[in-house]
């Protein structure tokens, strides 16, 4: 089975630059998560699809950042304009569904974004 | 907003010993717990979970426990071995949060050979 797949593993940007990461979660996942990681803390949840709609989007800085799914399956997760704060690793995850008991993610590599 | 802590930043533990890994929560109406474990430069793992209805969960050398009077759960890995050496995040999901995953900070382990 392929795992949650994640590009790019890197980038690096100036503030107020954009930036976009691509996430292809495992086939047949119906759920699909952003979370951010910053260094020293543990992942934080930015979003959460369910199939093509949003289940929870309420930590997700609307202001500069956007993620879509469409057609249920790729994501992407946009930054614009990035600010000195947004350097984080951004994984991706995805589940079989909401309602799978105890909901076990599984995670993509991870995208690490640096804003100089 | 802190619904999950692991308050230990590193844990060190010779080879062959335990390795005991503590979390603490504040929401009493979770679900499930769970462990991931990190390597650098990957993602998080599935390791272990447990039901909030239930005390303790075993699979092979990691076993879970749940106190839930204390709101306090610890991983035990017996014996440890070095390639246990990574962050570990204790992870909880349900309740007011719905199907949200909540993590902790997480513990980063060294076991020495």
């Known amino acids: 089975e392929a795992g949650v797949a994640q590009s790019p593993r890197y980038k690096i940007i100036e503030k107020r630059q954009s930036v976009a990461f691509w996430c292809n979660p495992i086939?047949?996942?119906?759920?699909l998560y952003w979370y951010q990681q910053i260094l020293g803390q543990g992942p934080k949840l930015l979003i959460q699809?369910?199939?093509?709609?949003?289940?929870?989007d309420s930590q997700l800085p609307k202001d500069r950042f956007s993620a879509e799914r469409l057609k249920g399956v790729d994501s992407t997760l946009k930054i614009q304009p990035a600010k000195l704060e947004d350097s984080a690793v951004y994984l991706c995850?995805?589940?079989?569904?909401?309602?799978?008991?105890?909901?076990?993610?599984?995670f993509g590599a991870g995208s690490r974004l640096t804003v100089l | 907003d802190q619904q999950v802590k692991q308050n230990s930043p590193s844990l060190s533990v010779q080879e062959g010993r335990i390795s005991i890994l503590n979390c603490d929560y504040t929401?009493?109406?979770?679900?499930?717990f769970l462990w991931y474990k990190k390597y650098p430069a990957e993602g998080p793992t599935f390791l272990i979970s447990?039901?909030?209805?239930?005390d303790k969960n075993e699979d092979g050398r990691f076993t879970v426990f749940l106190n839930k009077s204390a709101k306090h759960l610890s991983l035990h890995i017996v014996p440890s071995q070095p390639g246990d050496s990574a962050v570990y995040f204790c992870?909880?999901?349900?309740?007011?949060?719905?199907?949200?995953?909540?993590f902790g900070a997480g513990t980063r382990l060294f076991v020495k050979a």
């Open positions: 929401n009493s109406m979770f679900d499930y």
């Open positions: 699809f369910q199939n093509n709609g949003v289940v929870d």
């Open positions: 995850a995805s589940s079989l569904s909401l309602n799978s008991g105890a909901n076990v993610l599984t």
């Open positions: 086939s047949g996942h119906a759920t």
């Open positions: 992870a909880a999901i349900g309740g007011v949060g719905g199907f949200k995953t909540i």
């Open positions: 447990i039901s909030s209805i239930k």
